[in-house]
């Protein structure tokens, strides 16, 4: 049984060669070698932890949660979606190439749903966000 368990794990290894698979894409370069099935799954996994709840959650958190669960059903952004938004922030944003799609992915969804956002932060008594600009990257060293 160990044996077959063993030949198994070279067997898939054989199949998934970069590291973008690892669980975690560091940049651009990691994110463009990643299918396109792959990138819309990594993201859906962002947006599930962005979504799940903790206990203790400090109010903001749940403000930005109830606006992002809003928001995405509302609009039905669907995994695909997410990843054209990231892959589309990169092609006008080659300075952030340097950032990680999941980076990119929390600047662009937020600023898609910031107004249920701030709905949801005015209905327990916070101030609004303001709209960021688009790139996340300083000029500046």
């Not at 962002?46 to 903001?60: A, K």
């Not at 990169?90 to 799609?101: L, N």
């Not at 005015?122 to 000029?139: F, H, N, T, Y």
Request: hydrophobic fraction near 40%; glycine fraction near 6%; proline fraction near 6%.
């Amino acid at each position: 049984m160990i044996q077959q368990l063993c030949k198994l794990a070279v067997v898939l290894s054989a199949l998934i060669p970069t590291a973008v698979y690892a669980g975690y894409v560091n940049n651009y370069s990691d994110w463009k070698r990643a299918t396109q099935p792959f990138q819309a799954v990594y993201l859906q996994g962002v947006i599930d932890g962005w979504l799940s709840r903790t206990t203790g959650e400090p109010p903001w958190v749940v403000a930005r949660r109830k606006g992002l669960n809003k928001c995405l059903t509302k609009q039905k952004i669907d995994g695909a979606m997410l990843a054209d938004a990231v892959n589309s922030h990169y092609q006008a944003h080659k300075a952030d190439w340097r950032v990680s799609p999941s980076v990119v992915l929390e600047e662009t969804i937020q600023g898609i749903c910031l107004a249920d956002i701030n709905s949801e932060r005015a209905a327990v008594g916070l101030a609004p966000w303001e709209r960021k600009p688009d790139q996340i990257s300083k000029d500046a060293p």
